[in-house]
């Protein structure tokens, strides 16, 4: 019952390198999200994707690109590192309760990569 | 647009004790309300959620939490904390309408003291 895994779990770069952070969940959820995660910030949306083919940004999507390589993976993509995106980033997947209210739909979260930019 | 506020960075409290963790939102339309619950090292663990009915939702851990729409809180409660309590909490509200995404608080980093 692996849930939503993250690769890496840990990784430096230098400014101007690339990465992509690579997700995939095995519940056969529809909605994939990335978030990051910054100290006294809390958890800002980067790019989410509500079902497979389609896309959409988030509340901070600048510096960032995804794909949603198929309904089980969900990539985050770094063109150009730099040092403000040093942060924790999350995966996570969703779907609606049966029968229930759009919107009420609860996420699954992975267990996180840190990234750190010099 | 919609937003979280919570407005304690840290509580601390001791084995046994009552614990609140407080939280307000803004958002158009009837809420849905949320919270998770992040262990050191771990990502978000959903905890409990609002979505109508019932003012007082019952969650795991023993957790629950008291909608109140005319003070616009939606505080989480437990009426013996334990040490194993000990982590950070965001509450999290989403406003009506699919296309409206979930909006997190900043986070209140609980410890319980033995």
């Known amino acids: 019952n692996a849930g939503v895994t993250q690769t890496p779990k840990f990784q430096v770069l230098k400014t101007g390198q690339s990465m992509t952070l690579q997700c995939a969940q095995d519940?056969?959820?529809?909605?994939m999200y990335w978030y990051r995660q910054d100290p006294g910030m809390g958890l800002r949306l980067i790019y989410y994707s509500a079902s497979e083919g389609t896309t959409d940004k988030g509340e901070v999507p600048n510096g960032y690109n995804v794909s949603r390589l198929n309904k089980r993976e969900f990539s985050l993509r770094l063109e150009s590192a730099a040092p403000s995106q040093t942060s924790v980033y999350f995966c996570?997947?969703?779907?609606?309760?049966?029968?229930?209210?759009?919107?009420?739909?609860?996420?699954?979260f992975g267990a996180g990569s840190r990234l750190t930019v010099l | 647009a919609q937003s979280v506020a919570q407005p304690e960075d840290q509580v601390n409290v001791a084995e046994g004790n009552p614990l609140t963790v407080k939280c307000t939102y803004s958002v158009s339309g009837n809420p849905y309300l949320f919270w998770y619950v992040q262990y050191p090292n771990r990502g978000l663990q959903f905890l409990l959620k609002y979505i109508t009915g019932d003012n007082l939702v019952k969650g795991s851990y023993g957790f629950e939490a008291e909608f109140n729409k005319s003070q616009t809180s939606f505080h989480l409660k437990k009426p013996s904390a334990l040490v194993s309590d000990s982590a950070l909490y965001f509450c999290a509200v989403r406003g009506p309408g699919s296309a409206r995404q979930l909006t997190f608080g900043s986070g209140t980093q609980l410890t319980v003291l033995p």
């Open positions: 996570a997947s969703s779907e609606p309760p049966a029968g229930g209210i759009s919107g009420a739909n609860v996420l699954t």
């Open positions: 519940m056969n959820h529809n909605s």
